[in-house]
């Protein structure tokens, strides 16, 4: 009699018939709502995935052993997010790994290592054909340090940690190890702390950085000499030797994001906007108005998104203190492809004035047609 109290929802048969007409997106939806939704619907899983194996580039995948067993007759997959690794599936997933382009782990604990990774003399564990790495919250910085380190053919890198300092992991990645991804074009590590000695080591062995985004870096002397530089490091027959670049990295850099106000390098923002012709996105700088009057004209006149911090400094009621604040309005007045301008913006001590009338040629950023935000952070003069 009981049975007749059933909920039909509990019924594994009823739920099977409906998993039949379920919506493809509502599928992994259902499957979270029960133990025995699961044991009814996750064969619709299995039987779509076996049906279209030889098809699928791209799976996001929690964590489930049976589903890397699976993985291996999908032929065509390149892009896998990560969302959990458990002790058994850790060997299956370095081997998927190894024919994967795009890789995306996020909240991931690696609970250990394959067997010999760290002190392979085979080069098993290389991994050729991963060129997009994102590591989100993964626990392991020093395994993910090797990792990046044995991708040759890296091209996008992207580490946040916040809640577990990864300090060291520049230096294995790119520093500690025979293996280099210098082929690297967007580099983002919005949480490690690096020297300048290490970054400018770092850029000098990069060939085809476009992107570099390291908001917690001191943009210092030795990293700015590296981006103007015309030679390049490189490691043959066990000596470091300099050569000289094909391109130097300033000729081909796009977007720089560096720690706004701290840049150590006295006229650095200055030498960047000035040699920097592909720049489109600059974050993170300091300029006097000084070193804008006595420099090179800008050439990064392609640039949409302008975050810097204008060190005036200039007595703004004399003649020469007018003129000097004309000279950067003008050169300002000159990125006509500008969307997004934060001027004046600190934080690190008072912030700096600015006189935004008429007289020092604030009318030059009515040049500006393409401007939708404007940031005036601190003691404008109106």
Known sequence: MNSFKLNPLEIPEIIS??????????????????????????????????????????????????????????????????YDITTDEVDPFFQLCKRLRYLDMQYTTLTRLPLNFLDNDEDTFIFPNLSILSFVRVK????????????????????????????????????????????????????VRIEDEDMAAILRQLTQLRQLKVPGYNFGVLSLRELLADEQEILENGHVLRIKRVQRLCDIIEVLKLRLGDMKADGGGQAILANCPRLRILCGVRIKVSEVVGGSEWVSTGLTKLQVDFGVGVDKESAEG???????????????RLRKLNLTYSRHGKPQTFD???????????????????????????
């Open 17 to 82: 018939l409906v998993g039949d007409f379920l919506p493809r997106s509502d599928l992994p939806n259902c499957l979270r709502i029960s133990k025995t939704f699961y044991s009814a619907l996750v064969n619709l899983v299995w039987n779509a995935l076996e049906k279209h194996k030889e098809a699928i580039e791209e799976l996001v995948v929690s964590s489930d052993l049976e589903c890397y067993e699976s993985l291996r007759g999908c032929d065509r997959l390149k892009h896998i997010f990560i």
């Open 140 to 191: 392991i910085p020093h395994c993910l340090g090797m990792w990046t380190a044995r991708c040759p053919g890296l091209r996008s890198l992207k580490v946040l940690n916040k809640d577990n300092p990864i300090d060291d992991f520049y230096r294995t990645a790119f520093l500690n190890h025979p293996y280099k991804p210098k082929a690297i074009s967007d580099l983002c590590l919005p949480d």
């Open 322 to 336: 007018l003129e000097k604040q004309r000279i950067v309005f003008k050169q300002l007045g000159r990125l006509t």
């Open 356 to 382: 935004l009338r008429l007289r020092t040629n604030l009318d030059e950023l009515a040049n500006l047609r393409s401007l939708r935000f404007l940031s005036l952070n601190g003691e404008a003069q109106w």
